[in-house]
T-cell receptor, first 115, second 112 residues
Framework: KAGVTQTPRYLIKTRGQQVTLSCSPI?????VSWYQQTPGQGLQFLFE???????NKGNFPGRFSGRQFSNSRSEMNVSTLELGDSALYLC??????????????FGAGSRLTVL | DQQVKQNSPSLSVQEGRISILNCDYT??????FLWYKKYPAEGPTFLIS?????DKNEDGRFTVFLNKSAKHLSLHIVPSQPGDSAVYFC???????????FGKGTRLSVIA
């Protein structure tokens, strides 16, 4: 059974650019969550999608957005990149509707460096 | 306001001894707790969980203890092995359909 796949694994952007990250969940998983990991802040919740709808949202500015497609694949977008956006972006999927009540399975992450 | 706190950024333990990783939380509505392990260049992997109706859950070398009155949980690893060297994250959830809230992690080094 394939795990959670995130692409690209590594990318470098410059300030002001935008970036799109992709996540393919485990087959059958309908909930996809995104987290940002930075050395000082640990894992911080960005948003969660279930059945193509954003169900939960963390405390991030509007430059961070996402969407989910009918096949449960998800993308997140960061516009007008800032140096502080450099981080590991982790996607996680879960089987049932509630990520809080179920175990999240994480992908390996997309490491974004903003210069 | 950090709702899940792991106050020890790092911990070193000798191989074969017990590793104890601690986690405190402030939100009394949390009712489900998990531990994840993360190796470099990999995503976190689920280790063990406990619901608020229990005070202990065991899985092989790993045991999680929950003290609801103190809002504290701990992960015990016995015996510790060099392969256990990783960053351990504590996470908590408030019922279904709510996001997991993670601590900042504790880096465990098991020395052979």
């Amino acid at each position: 059974k394939a795990g959670v796949t995130q692409t690209p694994r590594y990318l470098i952007k410059t300030r002001g650019q935008q970036v799109t990250l992709s996540c393919s969940p485990i087959s059958g998983h309908r909930s996809v969550s995104w987290y940002q990991q930075t050395p000082g802040q640990g894992l911080q919740f960005l948003f969660e999608y279930f059945s193509e709808t954003q169900r939960n949202k963390g405390n991030f500015p509007g430059r961070f957005s996402g969407r989910q497609f009918s096949n449960s694949r998800s993308e997140m977008n960061v516009s007008t990149l800032e140096l502080g956006d450099s981080a590991l972006y982790l996607c996680a999927s879960s089987l049932a509707g509630g990520p809080g009540a179920n175990v999240l399975t994480f992908g390996a992450g997309s490491r974004l460096t903003v210069l | 306001d950090q709702q899940v706190k792991q106050n020890s950024p790092s911990l070193s333990v000798q191989e074969g001894r017990i590793s104890i990783l601690n986690c405190d939380y402030t939100n009394s509505m949390f009712d489900y707790f998990l531990w994840y392990k993360k190796y470099p260049a990999e995503g976190p992997t689920f280790l063990i969980s406990i619901s608020s109706i229990k005070d202990k859950n065991e899985d092989g070398r790993f045991t999680v203890f929950l003290n609801k009155s103190a809002k504290h949980l701990s992960l015990h690893i016995v015996p510790s092995q060099p392969g256990d060297s990783a960053v351990y994250f504590c996470a908590a959830a408030q019922g279904g359909n709510t996001p997991l809230v993670f601590g900042k992690g504790t880096r465990l080094s098991v020395i052979a």
